[in-house]
């Protein structure tokens, strides 16, 4: 299927040319899908999961379970790749925050 652009308001094809540089940024863009995933998980672990683990007052004052489903969620994380979705950021299924 090509792919179009608007020139001057008229619907028209994209050139071969185009069309290759279209699909090198599509790769270039995919390439960084996985360092664009871990930094979210990052982001995702600093804001939080730790400081609630890291917080010896609040995890000491949480049940074994609660502190189990932190435990959890914090290595459903840690192993980003075997999320749904992985390696595209866009579509990942992240685990649900305890």
Do not use: C, H
């Amino acid at each position: 299927m090509a792919n179009f652009k608007i020139l001057d308001g008229v619907r028209v094809a994209l050139t071969d040319a185009e069309e290759l540089e279209l699909l090198e940024d599509k790769s270039r863009w995919e390439a960084e899908f996985p360092e664009r995933a871990r930094k979210e998980r990052d982001l995702i672990l600093s804001n939080d999961v730790d400081p609630i683990v890291s917080n010896s007052l609040r995890w000491n004052s949480m049940t074994d379970d609660k502190r189990t489903e932190w435990t959890n969620y914090r290595q459903d994380l840690l192993d980003i790749e075997d999320l749904e979705g992985y390696p595209n950021y866009l579509e990942i299924t992240w685990p649900t925050k305890p």
